[in-house]
């Protein structure tokens, strides 16, 4: 599979949000930590890291592309 940027795009919108209400849940979860992450649990860590890990390998994969476009090694 590769970094196939679209492929990542459509996890980051759906199990990176995933679920979607009240709020996408990796909205919450980012607010708390830039709150300070008090009360954060091993859990919450867990669960940051697996709705963010979408959103992280699709900012890798658009950037391996942009590199590859210019012609950058």
Same mark, same amino acid.
């Given at each position: ?10 996890? %980051? ?47 890798? %994969? ?12």
């Amino acid at each position: 599979m590769g970094f196939n940027w679209k492929f990542w795009l459509l996890l %980051s919108l759906t199990l990176g949000l995933a679920p979607f209400v009240p709020e996408p849940h990796i909205w919450g979860k980012v607010k708390w930590v830039l709150g300070g992450a008090h009360g954060m649990s091993g859990m919450d860590w867990f669960d940051l890291l697996l709705h963010g890990t979408p959103f992280v390998l699709l900012a890798v %994969s658009l950037l391996l592309r942009l590199k590859q476009a210019t012609g950058k090694r």
